[in-house]
């Protein structure tokens, strides 16, 4: 190993992050000791200080989870639908209450496919923390190699791959269904089925698209912050959709 | 830059620019349609020049058009993602936004909405007739109507990508308030402006999502042989819907989905104007706000209680009584919220002997608009008075006046007060004198009538009062004179806009320049650093050390102290008066 | 919020009232407005004031200018939203008497239909399927079902003056609304539902049905007559529409 360190190419691409790590003190350490310079008299949000090695990930975390949220509240829109379909009836001709709600048969692969959801949760997990090992970010910063990088990646792909895996999944059980005459437009319930499974199915779709990116990221992007930052986001949106699909396909399952 | 790179910029303050133009267009072709409306209700036979005799579908999709534009394009973009882009950094001492080029994605996804929705007065069949709320199954049946086949679908799309758009805008302008304020600037020296913002986009956040909902839903049902909104046996123009076997939609579950997300919406549009307007009172008043903190929590309590009060829209649409009941008392509930900001407005502006500018002009022009369609909410908030009163033009004066009005005038506020910050050049004063009072006689001159014609139960969305058969037709035609009226008040209203336009182009080249902080505010995007045309360096250290609006004679003879001005050893020793006691 | 009127101007104009339930919900909404107008002068003339007097800048407490007066605001629109109730409560809460005159009421696209279920007192089956306006069978009325036989359907609604009426509300197509606004009633009619409202008209004449929920090009024109009319005659226009129906 050469005895003189070279410093990170991107700390001398100054100019075009004029704001990182720069909350307006030019950064310089912040004349308030008291806050930390975060802004906040007296710590009152009591937790960590905004400043700091994570502040940018916060940021970005911050607003993954405002856009979960925002997705939560589709879901619960589509979920408060069908549970409002489900127990309308109508009187036909005959003064008769009827109800036509028929519960759609789960093909069996779903419960293939959660577990598949599941575990992909799981090497994303491991890919999430690989990025944050200690010891390997310093040397990663320094510039001594990419350990992180190196270990993320078998296991970003493998959530990839799982993810994949699910897609074909669900896709193989839409075929099933169709082969048995079960269509998007049968049933009240199949319209719920397809609905369901299909919006999860797009947002998955999405997500893996993030976790691609994230891949190329970890070759192509010039700064260790950001590579994690691909990663942590994209995690935390799968998990996102992993913990959603098992609510949905509880519905599914028991709530028809 | 080259100019491409202008124009498709992730500088917030390009990005707030052109939100305010796209909102500058919309709002001048949503007032073009009504005026087009208004003229044929008076005098049926105009025939509209380049087109011809306007039918009663043509009139249903001006309704249309003009409802979701106004709304949506103006209401929606110019108060929150317009001028927070503009004004929110630096107001609370950041250098940007905290997502550029999301910032730019959603800017682009609102303006290819307004092209998609645009575009749907082009297809086949014409714009859809269903109205800003499109309840199903007229909306959901392409065969129910002329206009409701591409028409809708174009509508439909314009929506959807307007929530995405909105909803990527509000996580921006969240994260930016919660994690790039700069040192000092803690949650209770936020301006109220950026409370305003804040919990518009909490809002949005919300709301849009489930709007994006059922839209999707309502398109299976167009499209995909669905029925989540059709009933069983539904038979329109002699096509009986069988093909969606014998499940029932219900009808209903729109207007519940759809007013979960219309409410919070109109509380969208308003709140930044509530904030701006505290905000500027106090400025031009030389005085603290009233009452801050009360200030703060009523912008998050009328937050939250919007969320909770959509099933008014819907007392006499099939709810249960019952439900009517509790939405009628948590919607009288928010008239406590609103009427303690009136107050604290009153409290601020009392003996004050303000200065009377332009922008301190329209922010009492809007509390006093804000009264006046606020008061007539607890009106309609009763079910047994809205049962008379359900659309009527009464309802329609409530929120034009709140709406059109009020949140207009905050708007016109907001430019006359930041123009000199964006521009250097203050916009000329007796310009905007005149624009003020022609604008608040033509307002009231238009819209409180409208609340007579309710009282009398003209209905909305009537394309003609005349030529209508039956006792109806007896009872409307009485009402053409008083129509007349408000049809030449809005005429005259829409003409006193022009002296607007006029003032702003003319004083983009020769407005007189004006110093770097003209109203001698104290918040902190007038710091001379952040003055896109001060002469400091952009590096200072910026540091907030009060909470703002603090007017006082400080011991070393300063008129008012800004947030950004360090504390000096007088202040703390001296005696300061204050306005208001400490809270 | 009306301008500066007389109540007699207001009085005037809104339509008469012509229902039982029709003075109190008057009263109601007077006394809404008369509040209305005061807080609106009140607020207008406390700016004003605040806006020409000399400035003067005294400690002034929170609690006489924000909570003492919200609180008084509280007291006043809990006040209203109490008689509000109670009146929504005394028409909506419960149904019709058993007694009532039973009216069905069917919006289409763009007319009303109104069908009475004649002396069995029990309206006949109806079906989509066999609706048919052409041939002179706009519900879809079904000839099979024994009840149908003595149905009546008039394009007005004619009632008898001082008698409880359950209007049961349909639609076949979209959402329409069924609203007469001299007898201060309205409800949306909404398809694959049937919404009963029930009123008792008490004066003589004839008043105006309107349609008040957009449904299509037609939503201006889609309106009816009602004709209230002394029992006697009410019986009389009964028998005869009947005997005319039965071949």
């Not at chain 2, 919220?337 to 329209?362: D, E, G, H, I, N």
Request: a neutral charge; hydrophobic letters at 50%.
């Amino acid at each position: 190993m050469p005895a003189i360190i070279t410093p990170n190419k991107t700390d001398q691409d100054r100019k075009r992050h004029l704001e990182d790590h720069d909350n307006g003190a030019g950064r310089r350490p912040p004349t308030d000791k008291r806050t930390g310079g975060g802004g906040d008299n007296d710590n009152w949000s009591g937790g960590p200080s905004r400043r700091g090695p994570h502040e940018r990930l916060n940021r970005y975390r911050m607003g993954i989870f405002f856009a979960l949220a925002s997705d939560l509240m589709f879901f619960v829109a589509i979920v408060s639908t069908f549970f409002v379909n489900q127990s309308t009836g109508h009187i036909d001709a005959y003064n008769h209450y009827i109800n036509d709600w028929f519960p759609t048969t789960i093909p069996p692969i779903l419960w293939l496919n959660t577990a598949v959801l599941l575990i992909s949760s799981a090497t994303m997990e491991f890919a999430r923390r690989t990025m944050f090992q200690e010891n390997d970010v310093m040397d990663e910063w320094l510039g001594l190699g990419k350990p992180i990088t190196r270990r993320a990646i078998p296991w970003l792909s493998a959530t990839i791959a799982l993810g994949l895996l699910f897609l074909a999944g669900q896709w193989t059980a839409w075929k099933q269904l169709a082969l048995q005459g079960v269509f998007f437009k049968t049933s009240q319930s199949s319209h719920f089925f397809y609905l369901i499974t299909g919006v999860h199915a797009f947002h998955l779709f999405l997500g893996i698209a993030g976790l691609i990116a994230a891949f190329v990221g970890l070759y192509v992007s010039r700064q260790l912050e950001n590579r994690q930052i691909l990663v942590d986001c994209a995690a935390w949106y799968w998990h996102t959709m992993g913990i959603l699909w098992i609510f949905l396909f509880t519905l599914l399952v028991f709530f028809q | 830059m080259t100019a491409l790179r202008r124009i498709i910029s992730t500088d917030h303050r390009i990005i707030g620019i052109q939100y305010l133009l796209l909102a500058l267009t919309s709002v001048a072709i949503g007032t073009t349609l009504s005026l087009v409306m208004r003229i044929h209700l008076v005098w049926p036979n105009w025939r509209l020049p380049l087109y011809g005799p306007i039918l009663p579908e043509d009139y249903l999709a001006l309704v249309t058009i003009h409802g979701t534009i106004m709304l949506f394009f103006v209401l929606t973009t110019a108060p929150q993602a317009g001028f927070s882009n503009l004004v929110l950094p630096a107001q609370i001492g950041a250098r940007r936004m905290a997502f550029p080029a999301a910032n730019a994605a959603s800017f682009w996804l609102t303006a290819a909405a307004l092209v998609v929705l645009s575009s749907s007065t082009f297809v086949p069949g014409g714009a859809p007739i269903s109205g800003w709320t499109a309840y199903p199954p007229l909306s959901a049946v392409p065969s129910a109507g002329p206009g409701q086949g591409a028409g809708m679908d174009f509508w439909l799309a314009s929506l959807a990508l307007f929530a995405i758009a909105s909803t990527i805008s509000s996580i921006n302008t969240l994260v930016t308030i919660i994690r790039l304020r700069c040192e000092g600037m803690t949650w209770e020296r936020l301006p109220l402006t950026v409370w305003g913002w804040f919990t518009a986009a909490l809002l949005s956040v919300i709301a849009f999502s489930v709007l994006l909902a059922a839209i999707l839903l309502l398109f299976c049902d167009r499209h995909a042989g669905t029925s989540f909104f059709l009933p069983a046996g539904d038979l329109v123009n002699g096509v009986l819907h069988t093909v969606h076997g014998k499940g029932g939609g219900s009808p209903l579950l729109w207007l519940h989905l759809f007013w979960f997300f219309g409410h919070p919406e109109v509380y969208i549009a308003i709140l930044p104007g509530l904030g701006v307007t505290s905000m500027l009172l106090a400025n031009f008043s030389f005085r603290r706000v009233f009452a801050y903190r009360t200030m703060i929590v009523t912008t998050l309590m009328i937050g939250f209680l919007g969320i909770l009060l959509w099933g008014h829209h819907m007392f006499v649409a099939g709810l249960n009584p019952f439900a009517a009941s509790a939405f009628s008392i948590s919607t009288m509930a928010i008239a406590l919220p609103a009427s303690a900001k009136v107050l604290s407005w009153l409290a601020t502006t009392w003996r004050s002997r303000p200065s009377y500018k332009t922008p301190m002009l329209f922010s009492l022009g809007f509390v006093s608009l804000f009264i006046a369609g606020g008061l007539t909410g607890p009106i309609l908030a009763q079910p047994i008075l809205d049962e008379y009163l359900h659309n009527t033009f009464f309802v329609v004066a409530h929120f034009h006046l709140i709406m059109a009005m009020a949140a207009i005038f905050g708007l016109y506020a907001a430019t006359y007060y930041w123009f000199p910050l964006m521009t250097g050049r203050l916009m000329s004063e007796v310009l905007g004198r005149w624009h003020f009072w022609l604008t608040l006689i033509g307002a009231y001159a238009t819209f409180v009538p409208m609340h007579l014609a309710g009282l009398a139960g003209e209905p909305r969305h009537y394309a003609q009062l005349t030529g209508v058969p039956n006792a109806a037709g007896v009872m409307l035609a009485r009402l053409v004179p008083l129509n007349r009226f408000i049809t030449y008040s809005a005429l005259f209203l829409a003409t006193a806009q022009l002296l607007f336009l006029w003032n702003l182009a003319r004083s983009l080249r020769r407005g007189s320049p004006a110093s770097s902080n003209p109203w001698l505010a104290t918040t902190l995007e007038w710091h001379p650093a952040l003055n896109p045309f001060g002469q400091a360096a952009p590096d200072e250290p910026l540091a907030v050390h009060r909470s703002p609006c603090q007017y006082e004679i400080t011991p070393s003879g300063e008129l008012f102290l800004p947030q950004w001005a360090p504390d000096t050893l007088a202040d703390t020793t001296g005696e300061v008066t204050f306005d208001t006691k400490p809270e | 919020m009306p301008g500066l009127f007389a109540v007699t101007s207001l009085l005037s104009l809104l339509p008469a009232d012509a229902s039982a339930h029709g003075p109190a919900l008057d009263r109601q909404l007077l006394l809404s407005l008369w509040i209305v107008l005061a807080l609106f002068a009140l607020a207008h003339i406390i700016l004003l004031v605040g806006l020409v007097a000399r400035r003067h800048s005294a400690q002034r407490s929170i609690w006489h200018v924000e909570y003492v007066p919200l609180l008084a605001l509280a007291v006043l629109f809990a006040v209203l939203t109490i008689r509000a109730e109670r009146l929504w409560a005394a028409t909506r809460y419960t149904g019709a008497s058993l007694t009532a005159l039973q009216v069905e009421v069917t919006g289409v696209q763009f007319s009303w239909y109104f069908r009475y279920p004649g002396t069995d007192a029990t309206f006949g089956r109806t079906q989509p399927q066999l609706v048919a306006p052409g041939e002179g069978n706009p519900l879809g009325i079904d000839p099979a079902d024994p009840h149908s036989a003595d149905d009546m359907i008039s394009s007005q609604l004619v009632l008898p003056a001082g008698r409880e009426v359950d209007l049961a509300i349909r639609s076949q197509d979209v959402i329409h609304g069924f609203s007469v606004p001299e007898m201060r009633l309205k409800q949306n009619a909404v398809p694959g539902e049937t919404i009963h409202i029930h009123f008792t008209p008490t004066a003589t004449g004839t008043y105006a049905i309107l349609c008040t929920q957009v449904c299509g090009m037609g939503h201006y024109r889609m309106n009816a007559n009602l004709r209230v009319v002394t029992p006697p005659d009410f019986d009389h226009w009964l028998a005869q529409r009947e005997k005319a129906a039965q071949p």
